[in-house]
């Protein structure tokens, strides 16, 4: 947090110099969670086979030094680790937890307007510019832009500090192995049958 908010200017600045280029509006269930007139972007920075080493060098060097973050990075490479995230006035985000608390999410703000809150479990907070908020995504939350301009904060995924460093990879097979349990139901017949109704076993799926 703090080596952010003492570069958030260099960081706001890469952000300004990226307003001309597209921002990919949410897709997926992120879509889905989208309630209201505006619209929500993001401009990816680390994972989901991006690296922004080239349009956004200081930023990126900042996170990849932060170790937390550079291991989620390297071990989730599918996953969102950091992104400039951008709501326009109008935009609800409706209440939704994130599946696991093996991470922990920062947004640092930098740029702000009044009106805009963000909701974790029964507290309700605002962001400001320069400043962090740290918080755990598996707990529900939600996002309100009642505010008359553009919302932009920096968000960053990074390990719990209660997770073990040795222990990340093995989480992260066990997380895995529950997300494709998750894939099966019990059918009439007493078996185990996947989402796409393809495939049947007498046993659990293992």
């Not at 960081?11 to 889905?32: N, Y």
């Not at 291991?71 to 996953?79: F, I, K, V």
């Amino acid at each position: 947090m703090a080596k952010l908010q003492d570069h958030w200017l260099e960081i706001k600045d890469e952000l300004l110099k990226l307003q001309g280029e597209a921002w990919p509006e949410v897709r997926g269930h992120d879509r889905s969670l989208s309630k209201g007139t505006g619209v929500w972007r993001e401009f990816p920075l680390l994972g989901l086979d991006v690296d922004s080493k080239s349009s956004c060098p200081h930023t990126w060097h900042l996170l990849t030094q932060v170790e937390p973050v550079w291991s989620h990075w390297q071990l989730c490479p599918n996953e969102e680790t950091a992104l400039f995230s951008r709501l326009t006035p109008g935009m609800h985000l409706k209440p939704h937890c994130g599946p696991t608390n093996l991470h922990l999410t920062c947004h640092l703000g930098l740029q702000v307007p009044p009106g805009c809150s963000i909701r974790v479990g029964k507290e309700w907070r605002t962001w400001h510019e320069g400043q962090c908020l740290v918080f755990d995504d598996s707990y529900e939350h939600e996002v309100r832009h009642d505010g008359d301009s553009t919302r932009i904060v920096l968000l960053v995924r990074f390990w719990h500090p209660d997770v073990d460093p040795k222990q990340r990879q093995a989480l992260l097979a066990a997380k895995l192995k529950q997300r494709k349990l998750k894939e099966w139901t019990l059918c009439s017949s007493n078996s185990y049958c996947s989402s796409t109704g393809t495939e049947c076993f007498r046993g659990r799926p293992g």
